[in-house]
């Protein structure tokens, strides 16, 4: 392939350009933010994971709460009633008087391990609630971090963003202004070697930096200037310049 010495040296422009595109691009994507921000929405999952076990189980006690009191209302009022029955002296049967007491007692006996039930259930209850409410503060704490950590992911990635664009619109021209043939090669380098074309340097290659053997080099020398060469090593575009 044949291209002008000075269309040549505008590959080296372009391969510049496209260097700092790789370079914008690899940090956008290589950001340590991301990691974190992985990290913590795993974090959010299991807090949200935990957090619904917890409202669930403080439900359930809630309603194990309520169900105590529920069981304790109709044997208090049981016993109220014998009470009075007792206290205004309507039962005036002896026999029926002392089934009467003995009921009243019995009552008593039930209505205080159902109020033992009841402590327990309100305390568990209690505990269940303020279990969740810790709960699902720590959750609120991990999106606080978690939305900070995607507001900071994502000016950086503007900034990145904008410099590609500036990139982008230098590169343009200088893509237009180059042979068809010559472009299309450059690009299929870059894609296989991520540079299409290097400098000649010294008699080694700028882009695998690999230094070209004595009978290579002396080939490439003898080469017209219009030639275009390329790498016996990564095979890119060779650009001679002065310093070759």
């Not at 372009?14 to 595109?21: F, M, P, Q, R, S």
């Not at 994507?29 to 949200?48: D, F, G, Y």
């Amino acid at each position: 392939m044949l291209a002008e010495p000075a269309v040549q040296l505008r590959l080296l422009g372009l391969a510049e350009v496209d260097g700092e595109l790789a370079r914008v691009t690899h940090a956008a994507k290589s950001l340590p933010e991301h990691a974190k921000i992985q990290a913590l929405m795993s974090r959010r999952q299991e807090a949200a994971d935990v957090l619904t076990a917890a409202t669930t189980a403080a439900d359930d006690l809630a309603v194990a709460a309520e169900r105590a009191e529920q069981d304790l209302t109709p044997v208090r009022e049981r016993l109220a009633r014998d009470q009075r029955l007792v206290s205004d002296g309507s039962v005036t049967d002896t026999k029926a008087l002392q089934g009467l007491l003995q009921e009243i007692e019995h009552l008593k006996i039930r209505i205080s391990k159902l109020e033992d039930v009841q402590l327990e259930a309100m305390s568990a209850a209690e505990e269940a609630v303020e279990t969740r409410d810790q709960l699902a503060v720590r959750k609120a704490e991990v999106e606080d971090q978690l939305r900070e950590l995607v507001r900071t992911r994502d000016a950086q990635v503007a900034v990145l963003k904008e410099e590609a664009q500036a990139l982008v619109a230098r590169r343009k021209p200088i893509a237009s202004s180059l042979p068809e043939a010559l472009m299309k090669l450059y690009e299929k380098l870059r894609a296989t070697t991520g540079m299409g074309a290097a400098r000649l340097v010294q008699g080694k290659c700028g882009g695998c930096q690999l230094p070209i053997t004595v009978s290579d080099l002396a080939e490439l020398r003898k080469a017209p200037a219009n030639q275009v060469l390329r790498c016996p090593e990564c095979d890119r575009i060779l650009v001679r310049t002065k310093d070759s």
